[in-house]
């Protein structure tokens, strides 16, 4: 039994497969054709394709317009009523943080080119020299890149391990104290984060040891980035911990003071 054929003829089904005759015959050239939407404020009755053909376009696009006031909202730099951050600070500390950040990037990068080396001192022994310092010929010269005098950063390398001591940038003394509590709350989590050091060098707040283990299991520039990214937010963390200090200050001094 044969199968059972079409009802319209090749050429009266295809001049009568129109979309305004049958809507779903031309649905694929409508997902094929690349999504656009239309502006807002256009009026549904001046589109002359039918309603089915939108739909799917849109649909396919998977994009919905935004309502304008969304949209002034975000030209404008924020919502009605918000108050516009200071991008001028903010552009400034960008500014002369950058450079900072790159010095310390590149002498990472270059310090980082590190090999397995067993002691020279004690048989099958393999340590960081940077740490033992046991054979001089084996270090390299420390590099010390300066922000300004509270604000360094000290990089000392050697043939299989970096050593990158950091200090943190500390303007009043709950800024100091904020800082040696964090600090001591990463220092007690070493473990954790693998190459970071219990206990910092002197005269600054927060050490790091890579050794030639750490670039054979990890990425380097994934380690260079997680130095760099450290730096970037340890300000911003001391920063937000002071405001939430002093916020907290100012609420129970006004507690207190209510009794009065």
């Known amino acids: 039994m044969r199968g059972v054929r079409n009802p319209l003829p090749g050429p009266l089904l295809s001049a009568a497969a129109t979309p305004e005759r049958f809507p779903l015959a031309g649905w694929r050239d409508e997902l094929s054709a690349p999504p656009v939407l239309f502006p807002c404020g256009r009026e549904a009755s001046s589109d002359k394709r039918p309603p089915w053909a939108v739909m799917e376009r849109v649909a396919h696009s998977g994009r919905e317009e935004p309502p304008a006031q969304a949209t002034s909202?975000?030209?404008?730099?924020?919502?009605?009523?918000?108050?516009?951050?200071?991008?001028?600070?903010?552009?400034?500390?960008?500014?002369?943080?950058?450079?900072?950040?790159?010095?310390?990037?590149?002498?990472?990068?270059?310090?980082?080119c590190l090999e397995n080396f067993s002691s020279q001192v004690v048989e099958r022994h393999n340590k960081p020299e940077v740490e033992v310092r046991s054979s001089k010929e084996l270090l390299l010269q420390p590099v010390i890149i300066s922000r300004n005098e509270k604000e360094k950063v000290l990089i000392e390398?050697?043939?299989?391990?970096?050593?990158?001591?950091?200090?943190?940038?500390?303007?009043?003394?709950?800024?100091?104290?904020?800082?040696?509590?964090?600090?001591?709350?990463?220092?007690?989590?070493?473990?954790n984060f693998f190459i970071l050091r219990r206990k910092?060098?002197?005269?600054?707040?927060?050490?790091?040891?890579?050794?030639?283990?750490?670039?054979?299991?990890?990425?380097?520039?994934?380690?260079?980035?997680?130095?760099?990214?450290?730096?970037?937010?340890?300000?911003?963390?001391?920063?937000?911990?002071?405001?939430?200090?002093?916020?907290?200050?100012?609420?129970?001094?006004e507690e207190f003071l209510k009794n009065f």
């Open 157 to 191: 390398g050697s043939i299989n391990s970096v050593r990158v001591s950091i200090a943190v940038k500390q303007a009043d003394e709950i800024e100091k104290i904020l800082c040696h509590k964090f600090m001591r709350f990463m220092m007690m989590r070493a473990e």
């Open 73 to 112: 909202a975000s030209a404008s730099g924020g919502a009605v009523g918000q108050v516009r951050p200071n991008r001028t600070e903010a552009t400034a500390m960008t500014a002369t943080l950058r450079p900072y950040l790159n010095a310390v990037r590149a002498t990472l990068q270059a310090a980082l």
């Open 200 to 253: 910092p060098v002197e005269g600054y707040d927060i050490s790091f040891l890579i050794t030639n283990f750490h670039t054979e299991q990890m990425y380097k520039h994934k380690l260079v980035d997680f130095v760099i990214h450290f730096m970037e937010e340890i300000d911003k963390e001391i920063s937000e911990m002071k405001l939430s200090v002093n916020a907290r200050a100012r609420i129970v001094a």
